[in-house]
């Protein structure tokens, strides 16, 4: 099962809101990732968890706040963000630690709007 | 710099083949990616292939991989319109950091 899950599917958020987005896996991997996607462009990495350690973080604003509470779950805090931010958040997993040889399996994604 | 290119948009008519090219510049890159993302949904992992291989074929799907000139290449046999999404090459960049680099994505559009 090669399965990532992320909840919610859709969020809407005014810009002094706090929330957080959810991404779970159950397949033992332990690399997990968080990805920004905006419309008709691909995804841009925006923080990689190693062995539950942020591992890179790609110089993304204090607004994103990421958090890896164990090995099969991964959140992301959103606090004060613009709608600039408003784009699809995409989680993703891999089986060892951060490797460039290791297939990363992508969620469905979160839908965000910052109004 | 590590760079991946992919040409934005292929129209095939339903039942015939299709193909979808890409080429990256990073002679490092142990495995190359290809991802499909229908309209509003996350990444779905098509294939892969190693970069020792010159070929790889999974059931329609069949990827061509030239090395000498970084070559990559997609193609789906019996195209149908549930094919239509939009297509991502994808190689794991050099340093072991976990991070790929993505082509822009090749839309395909799947005409009946």
């Known amino acids: 099962d090669t399965e990532v899950t992320q909840t919610p599917k859709h969020l809407v958020m005014g810009m002094t809101n706090k929330k957080s987005l959810k991404c779970e896996q159950h397949?033992?991997?332990?690399?997990m990732y968080w990805y920004k996607q905006k419309a008709k462009k691909p995804p841009e990495l925006m923080f990689v968890?190693?062995?539950?350690?942020?591992?890179i973080n790609e110089s993304v604003p204090s607004r994103f706040s990421p958090e890896c509470p164990n090995s099969s779950l991964l959140n992301l805090h959103l606090h004060a963000l613009q709608p600039e931010d408003s784009a699809l958040y995409l989680c993703?997993?891999?089986?060892?630690?951060?490797?460039?040889?290791?297939?990363?399996?992508f969620g469905p994604g979160t839908r965000l709007t910052v109004l | 710099g590590e760079d991946v290119e992919q040409s934005l948009f292929l129209s095939v008519r339903e039942g015939d083949s299709s193909v979808i090219n890409c080429t990256y510049t990073?002679?490092?890159?142990?495995?190359l990616y290809w991802y499909k993302q229908e309209p509003g949904a996350g990444l779905q992992l098509l294939t892969y292939?190693?970069?020792?291989?010159d070929m790889k074929q999974d059931q329609r799907l069949t990827v061509l991989l030239n090395k000498k000139d970084k070559h990559l290449s997609l193609r789906i046999a019996d195209t149908q319109t549930g094919d239509s999404a939009i297509y991502f090459c994808a190689e794991g960049s050099s340093g072991n950091t976990g991070k790929l680099i993505f082509g822009q994505g090749t839309t395909l559009q799947v005409k009946p």
């Open positions: 993703a997993s891999s089986k060892n630690r951060v490797s460039s040889t290791d297939t990363q399996y």
């Open positions: 990073d002679s490092s890159s142990t495995y």
């Open positions: 397949m033992g991997h332990r690399a």
């Open positions: 968890y190693s062995y539950e350690k942020l591992s």
């Open positions: 292939i190693f970069s020792n291989m």
